[in-house]
């Protein structure tokens, strides 16, 4: 195959005179380049375009002079860098500051010298070259940034969708594993819906950020895992508990601890916490630890105000379901000894909050 035949510089001529013109023509056409000729400013102004390499304008022309022409070119952005070289009888310091202010990146004077003009322009056409490869190469860095980008944002997207589905999977196999739990100990695994919510609102309430508030709402549900392992015999007894049964009852917190521990899930992690310490009581008479105040972690003391809320005003298989009313009466003095203070205040601000998570998770 040929090879494609090598781009001619084009130049455009502008002057008023027809012989000058001519004799332009003639001269570039010499040099190797094309060229094409306007008689005036407004008629070179609609032949500018693309193909156009470089401008030999003369200065001295009726009505639009060199110097507006040259002002109009490079007020226009595609043609702000296109070489334009002034053809000028004139000498004077001032007429050429002039073109320079205009626009002119070089001058021809009348009479023109064929070497001296050839030099010029091919000086500047190499110069405007060089600029256009760098501006394509530029362009092309950019449009390969822009697609590489692109494809990157798609692969992130893609990465944020898996890791949602992922995330959402996690979730669903977390609450589904509690709700085998709870459906175990009670008539409705509802419980661990109230639950997961009411320690939410205390989180917020207490002002921890929302990417804590959502792991304790995502890890409460798992407070009782551990009585999956508890006899049914023991979880389900209608009456009261024999001391060694409920040695055997407690050990559903290490049993939960156990169950959750040591996974790369931050929600297993929280989970586990929460599992052993959610019966531990402020003043220090809660198991299975006996820790005390702020020994207790912070999830096991927001979950021992939610938990014990929701199991008084829940019926259990050995005990009805108590009012809100009683049930807030019952907890009031548990304020200081069974519940962090701050905590429980929290509790009661958010009460109307609490609520309405009761009522949208009602066990109807």
């Given at each position: 195959m040929?090879?494609?035949e090598?781009?001619?510089?084009?130049i455009l001529i502008v002057d008023?005179?027809l012989?000058?013109?001519k004799v332009l023509?003639g001269?570039?056409?010499?040099f190797?380049?094309?060229c094409?000729?306007?008689?005036s400013?407004p008629?070179?102004l609609?032949m500018?375009?693309k193909?156009?390499?470089?401008?030999?304008?003369?200065i001295?022309?009726?009505?639009m002079?060199g110097?507006t022409?040259?002002r109009?070119?490079?007020?226009?952005?595609?043609?702000?860098?296109?070489p334009?070289?002034m053809?000028t009888?004139l000498s004077a310091?001032?007429d050429r500051?002039r073109?320079?202010?205009a626009?002119a990146?070089?001058?021809?004077a009348?009479?023109i010298?064929a070497?001296e003009?050839?030099v010029?322009?091919?000086?500047?056409l190499r110069?405007?070259k060089?600029y256009t490869?760098?501006?394509?190469?530029?362009?092309h860095?950019?449009?390969?940034v822009?697609?590489?980008?692109?494809?990157?944002?798609?692969?992130?997207?893609?990465l944020?969708?898996?890791?949602?589905?992922?995330?959402?999977a996690?979730?669903?196999?977390?609450?589904?594993?509690?709700?085998?739990?709870?459906y175990?100990d009670?008539?409705?695994?509802s419980h661990i819906m109230?639950m997961s919510?009411y320690c939410a609102?205390?989180a917020?309430?207490?002002?921890?950020?929302?990417e804590?508030?959502?792991l304790?709402?995502?890890?409460?549900?798992?407070h009782?895992?551990?009585?999956m392992g508890?006899?049914?015999?023991?979880?389900?007894k209608?009456?009261?508990l024999t001391?060694e049964e409920?040695?055997?009852?407690?050990?559903?917190?290490v049993?939960?601890e156990?169950?959750l521990?040591?996974?790369s899930?931050?929600?297993?992690e929280a989970?586990?916490?929460?599992?052993?310490?959610?019966h531990?009581?402020w003043d220090?008479s809660g198991?299975?630890?006996g820790l005390?105040a702020?020994?207790?972690p912070?999830?096991?003391?927001i979950?021992a105000v939610a938990?014990?809320?929701d199991a008084l005003?829940t019926r259990?298989?050995?005990?009805p379901a108590?009012?809100?009313?009683?049930?807030?009466?019952?907890?009031?003095?548990?304020?200081?000894?069974h519940f962090?203070?701050e905590?429980y205040?929290?509790f009661?601000?958010n009460?109307?909050?609490?609520?309405d998570?009761?009522?949208?998770y009602?066990?109807?």
């Open positions: 040929l090879e494609a090598k781009k001619r510089e084009r008023d005179e012989i000058n013109r023509e001269l570039l056409k010499s190797g380049l094309d094409l000729s306007a008689e400013g008629a070179a609609k500018l375009d193909s156009i390499d470089l401008v030999l304008l003369d001295m022309m009726p009505g002079d110097f022409v040259a109009a070119i490079r007020e226009t952005p595609a043609y702000a860098d296109l334009i070289v053809v009888a310091k001032e500051l073109a320079v202010e626009g990146n070089d001058f021809v009348k009479p010298d070497t003009l050839k010029r322009m091919v000086s500047l110069m405007k060089y490869e760098l501006k394509d190469y530029q362009q860095l950019e449009d390969m822009s697609e590489k980008t692109s494809a990157l944002r798609a692969a992130m997207a893609e944020e969708h898996a890791r949602k589905a992922t995330l959402q996690h979730m669903e196999t977390i609450h589904k594993l509690s709700a085998a739990a709870e175990k009670e008539d409705t695994a109230r919510r609102v205390i917020k309430g207490y002002g921890l950020d929302e804590l508030q959502d304790i709402l995502n890890s409460s549900p798992m009782d895992i551990g009585k508890i006899p049914d015999a023991i979880l389900l209608p009456g009261n001391e409920w040695v055997i009852m407690r050990r559903h917190t049993m939960g156990a169950i521990r040591g996974g899930s931050k929600y297993l989970g586990a916490e929460i599992a052993l310490s959610h531990e009581k220090g198991y299975p630890n005390s702020n020994a207790i912070l999830f096991g003391r979950c938990d014990v809320f005003t259990r298989p050995y005990k108590l009012s809100n009313e009683t049930a807030l009466e019952i907890m009031a003095p548990g304020r200081g000894r962090d203070p905590l205040d929290v009661l601000a009460y109307d909050i609490i609520l998570v009761q009522r949208s009602n066990d109807d």
